[in-house]
């Protein structure tokens, strides 16, 4: 709910995700306040027995841990029920072999959310879309419980969980060094300094800078990363 209007507003970057108590695979989660601490990526798919939904399960659920190793907790919704989630599930793990995953459970928290509570909250059904299925949506959420990135797809375009991974890593990047990351970043890359405020700051960029900084312009300086 917006706080001066009374009226209910979908979550913006910057804003406080909104909180929700919801059954899962894992059993129930208070959202976001059983992730303090940690990021987490809350994320829709169309529907449970679906090939492309398939394919980012069983993605993403193979990536698990490497999402663990950068604080990172993923949460999953569809507007379907808990047993249709766990013989989605089951089917996962007993039959289907996918681009060399095979025999995988799923282990991260996967929400029924048959009364679309969740998803209206979120704006995860978007009814030109459908008004029975979520799109694919991401969002990826900070350790105070702030969203910080939001991704909308539409049921016909798989997500690219690498480039889900990078996004968080360049959100814990930019909040540890204060910088920005440029097109097409990869952990190791070169990052980008925010903006000159002033034109004093401006001069003094371009003229003054240490020596581990390069300025295309006044306004494009780049901060070389150690390499190695
Ligand atoms: C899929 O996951 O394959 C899918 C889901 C809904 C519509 C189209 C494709």
Redesign the pocket.
């Known amino acids: 709910m917006d706080e001066n209007t009374n009226s209910f507003r979908l979550p913006l970057i910057g804003d406080p995700a909104p909180a929700f108590t919801a059954k899962t695979t894992q059993g129930d989660i208070n959202f976001p306040a059983d992730y303090n601490g940690k990021w987490v990526i809350l994320f829709s798919?169309?529907?449970d027995f679906?090939?492309?939904?398939?394919?980012?399960f069983m993605t993403f659920g193979s990536m698990q841990e490497e999402f663990r190793s950068i604080n990172t907790e993923l949460v999953g919704l569809s507007i379907d029920s808990m047993y249709s989630h766990i013989a989605w599930l089951r089917t996962i793990k007993e039959k289907i072999e996918y681009n060399g995953i095979k025999d995988l459970e799923i282990k991260f928290p996967v929400i029924e959310d048959i009364s679309m509570n969740v998803a209206k909250l979120f704006g995860m059904v978007q009814p030109n879309s459908?008004t029975t299925?979520a799109v694919?949506a991401v969002f990826i959420v900070d350790p105070k419980g702030i969203v910080r990135l939001i991704m909308y797809y539409p049921?016909?375009v798989?997500r690219n969980m690498q480039e889900i991974k990078r996004a968080v890593v360049a959100l814990q990047k930019a909040d540890a060094d204060a910088i920005a990351t440029p097109a097409n970043w990869q952990p190791g890359d070169d990052v980008i300094l925010p903006p000159p405020g002033s034109c004093g700051t401006a001069k003094e960029r371009v003229e003054q800078h240490p020596d581990d900084v390069y300025c295309l312009d006044w306004f494009l300086c780049f901060k070389k990363e150690k390499k190695g």
């Open positions: 798919h169309p529907a679906t090939p492309v939904c398939t394919t980012e459908s299925q694919r049921a016909a798989g």
